[in-house]
C-alpha cells in the first residue's frame, strides 16, 4: 500500500485503458467519472496509482493503431505495474472495459480486475423482433478483428475478478466465465445534474417551432432498431403524424452499411432531424427538457444510459421490454418490444398529452427523477470501494 500525507496506509488502483475516447460517449463517459470521483476522494481510503492509457492523434495509419493496442501498450501497462508494484505503490488494477481485456497481464504481482460493460461483440448474436433480424454485436468481423478477439477472451480468461453493472451482464459473466468472482454495481448517476431548473432556458433553435417533439438518443446500430421505430413512426395517423418531429442525437450513419437513420426517415415519411453526435451535457439536458418524451426500442444495452438519464431529467420514457434497460424502467412501464400497436398508442398517448396543455410546457416527472435516485454516487463510491477491498486481499 502507499501512504498518504498523515503516514497512515492508503490503497491505490492503477486505472488502466487504452485509447483516450470522448467523454461524451457510453465507454468514455464512464471512464471519466470513474476518473474523476477516483482523484477527488469519492471512493473511500483508495487514491489513484495513475492512469494508463494512449493519444495517437486524429489520424493514425492502420499499422500504429495495431502495432500499439496489441504489442507497445501492453508491453508499458505491464511494465508499469511491476514498476508500481516495486514502490509497494499499487493495490489493484482496473481495466476499463472489455474491449481493453487484452491489457490484463499474464502474470501479474497485484490484482487485475476487468469492468465487463457488455459482451456483445466477444460474443454476438441475433435476435428476431416483429420480423426482423436484430444483429447484436459484428456477426463477421474481419481475420484481424477475430485475433483481437482472442486476445481480448485470453485476457478475460486471465483477470482476477470482474465488475459489472446489471444482472443481464452478471449472467453472461457467470455463463462463460463461470469460475471469476463477479461484482454487480450499477452505474452511478449524478441526478442533480439533470434535473431541469424552475425556468428552463431558451431551447435549441431546432425546437423553437410548435410540435409535439419526441427525442431519440444512440447510434445507428442494428440493435438499436431505429428502422423498427420508422415503422412505428410511420404508421400514425396523419393527424397526430402531421404534429410530431424526431429528434435525434447520435451518429446518423449505419455501421451495418444500411440507409442512414436520415435516409430511413425520408422513405417512411417521418418528421425527422438529425441533431448531431459528440453533443455537449447542456445541448442534451436542453433536449430532454423540451421534448415530450424519450424513444428507446433498443434490442439490446449493457447498461441503457439515455432511459435513466432522461428519467433524471423528468423525461417520460417509451422503452422496449428488453435487457438490460428494462431493468432500470419503473416496473411494468416498458412496452413489448415487437408490438407496433402497443407502440403507437403509447406515442398517441404522448401526443395527446401534449395536444391537452395548448401550448404550456411539459411538467418534469418527479416521480421518475425519484424513480432512479437508487443510482445514487455515493451508493456506486461506496460498493466499488468494498469491491475493491475484497479483490485486493484475495
Same mark, same amino acid.
Given at each position: 500500500?502507499?501512504?498518504?500525507?498523515?503516514?497512515?496506509?492508503?490503497?491505490?488502483?492503477?486505472?488502466?485503458?487504452?485509447?483516450?475516447?470522448?467523454?461524451?460517449?457510453?465507454?468514455?463517459?464512464?471512464?471519466?467519472?470513474?476518473?474523476?470521483?477516483?482523484?477527488?476522494?469519492?471512493?473511500?481510503?483508495?487514491?489513484?496509482?495513475?492512469?494508463?492509457?494512449?493519444?495517437?492523434?486524429?489520424?493514425?495509419?492502420?499499422?500504429?493503431?495495431?502495432?500499439?493496442?496489441?504489442?507497445?501498450?501492453?508491453?508499458?501497462?505491464?511494465?508499469?505495474?511491476?514498476?508500481?508494484?516495486?514502490?509497494?505503490?499499487?493495490?489493484?488494477?482496473?481495466?476499463?472495459?472489455?474491449?481493453?481485456?487484452?491489457?490484463?497481464?499474464?502474470?501479474?504481482?497485484?490484482?487485475?480486475?476487468?469492468?465487463?460493460?457488455?459482451?456483445?461483440?466477444?460474443?454476438?448474436?441475433?435476435?428476431?423482433?416483429?420480423?426482423?433480424?436484430?444483429?447484436?454485436?459484428?456477426?463477421?468481423? @474481419?481475420?484481424?478483428?477475430?485475433?483481437?478477439?482472442?486476445?481480448?477472451?485470453?485476457?478475460?480468461?486471465?483477470?482476477?475478478?470482474?465488475?459489472?453493472?446489471?444482472?443481464?451482464?452478471?449472467?453472461?459473466?457467470?455463463?462463460?466465465?463461470?469460475?471469476?468472482?463477479?461484482?454487480?454495481?450499477? $452505474?452511478?448517476?449524478?441526478?442533480? @445534474?439533470?434535473?431541469?431548473?424552475?425556468?428552463?432556458?431558451?431551447?435549441?433553435?431546432?425546437?423553437?417551432?410548435?410540435?409535439?417533439?419526441?427525442?431519440?438518443?444512440?447510434?445507428?446500430?442494428?440493435?438499436?432498431?431505429?428502422?423498427?421505430?420508422?415503422?412505428?413512426?410511420?404508421?400514425?395517423?396523419?393527424?397526430?403524424?402531421?404534429?410530431?418531429?424526431?429528434?435525434?442525437?447520435?451518429?446518423?450513419?449505419?455501421?451495418?452499411?444500411?440507409? @442512414?437513420?436520415?435516409?430511413?426517415?425520408?422513405?417512411?415519411?417521418?418528421?425527422?432531424?438529425?441533431?448531431?453526435?459528440?453533443?455537449?451535457?447542456?445541448?442534451?439536458? *436542453?433536449?430532454?427538457?423540451?421534448?415530450?418524451?424519450?424513444?428507446?426500442?433498443?434490442?439490446?444495452?449493457?447498461?441503457? $444510459?439515455?432511459?435513466?438519464?432522461?428519467?433524471? *431529467?423528468?423525461?417520460?420514457?417509451?422503452? @422496449?421490454?428488453?435487457?438490460?434497460?428494462?431493468?432500470?424502467?419503473?416496473?411494468?412501464?416498458?412496452?413489448?418490444?415487437?408490438?407496433?400497436?402497443?407502440?403507437?398508442?403509447?406515442?398517441?398517448?404522448?401526443?395527446?398529452?401534449?395536444?391537452?396543455?395548448?401550448?404550456?410546457?411539459?411538467?418534469?416527472?418527479?416521480?421518475?427523477?425519484?424513480?432512479?435516485?437508487?443510482?445514487?454516487?455515493?451508493?456506486?463510491?461506496?460498493?466499488?470501494?468494498?469491491?475493491?477491498?475484497?479483490?485486493?486481499?484475495?
Amino acid at each position: 500500500m502507499g501512504t498518504d500525507s498523515t503516514g497512515s496506509s492508503s490503497p491505490r488502483i492503477l486505472l488502466v485503458r487504452g485509447g483516450v475516447l470522448t467523454p461524451f460517449s457510453g465507454l468514455g463517459g464512464a471512464f471519466h467519472d470513474l476518473r474523476t470521483a477516483l482523484e477527488q476522494g469519492r471512493f473511500g481510503s483508495w487514491s489513484s496509482a495513475g492512469v494508463e492509457e494512449y493519444d495517437l492523434g486524429e489520424h493514425p495509419s492502420a499499422f500504429s493503431r495495431l502495432w500499439t493496442r496489441w504489442s507497445s501498450h501492453p508491453r508499458r501497462v505491464k511494465a508499469t505495474i511491476e514498476n508500481l508494484h516495486r514502490k509497494q505503490a499499487v493495490d489493484i488494477v482496473l481495466v476499463s472495459d472489455q474491449e481493453q481485456a487484452h491489457l490484463v497481464p499474464k502474470k501479474s504481482a497485484v490484482p487485475v480486475v476487468v469492468y465487463v460493460h457488455d459482451f456483445f461483440h466477444l460474443f454476438p448474436h441475433t435476435v428476431t423482433l416483429s420480423g426482423q433480424t436484430v444483429e447484436v454485436g459484428d456477426q463477421s468481423p @474481419s481475420m484481424v478483428r477475430k485475433r483481437d478477439l482472442r486476445r481480448l477472451l485470453k485476457g478475460l480468461q486471465r483477470a482476477d475478478a470482474f465488475i459489472c453493472n446489471t444482472g443481464a451482464t452478471a449472467s453472461m459473466c457467470r455463463e462463460h466465465f463461470p469460475n471469476t468472482p463477479l461484482y454487480q454495481i450499477p $452505474y452511478a448517476l449524478d441526478v442533480a @445534474s439533470y434535473a431541469p431548473p424552475q425556468t428552463l432556458p431558451s431551447p435549441p433553435e431546432p425546437l423553437a417551432n410548435d410540435a409535439c417533439r419526441l427525442l431519440v438518443v444512440g447510434s445507428h446500430d442494428p440493435r438499436k432498431r431505429l428502422a423498427f421505430l420508422m415503422e412505428v413512426l410511420a404508421g400514425l395517423d396523419e393527424a397526430v403524424a402531421s404534429d410530431i418531429s424526431v429528434h435525434h442525437i447520435g451518429a446518423d450513419a449505419s455501421p451495418a452499411g444500411h440507409p @442512414s437513420a436520415t435516409d430511413l426517415a425520408n422513405q417512411h415519411g417521418v418528421n425527422w432531424h438529425h441533431v448531431g453526435s459528440n453533443i455537449s451535457d447542456d445541448v442534451l439536458n *436542453a433536449y430532454r427538457w423540451n421534448c415530450e418524451a424519450l424513444l428507446f426500442p433498443s434490442a439490446a444495452e449493457g447498461f441503457g $444510459y439515455p432511459p435513466v438519464e432522461s428519467m433524471a *431529467a423528468g423525461q417520460p420514457v417509451l422503452a @422496449s421490454d428488453l435487457p438490460a434497460h428494462n431493468e432500470l424502467m419503473p416496473e411494468s412501464t416498458c412496452l413489448p418490444a415487437e408490438d407496433m400497436a402497443a407502440w403507437r398508442n403509447a406515442i398517441v398517448d404522448v401526443h395527446r398529452a401534449w395536444k391537452a396543455r395548448e401550448g404550456a410546457p411539459r411538467t418534469p416527472s418527479v416521480a421518475l427523477m425519484e424513480h432512479v435516485s437508487f443510482l445514487a454516487p455515493d451508493r456506486f463510491y461506496r460498493d466499488m470501494a468494498k469491491a475493491w477491498d475484497e479483490i485486493s486481499s484475495s
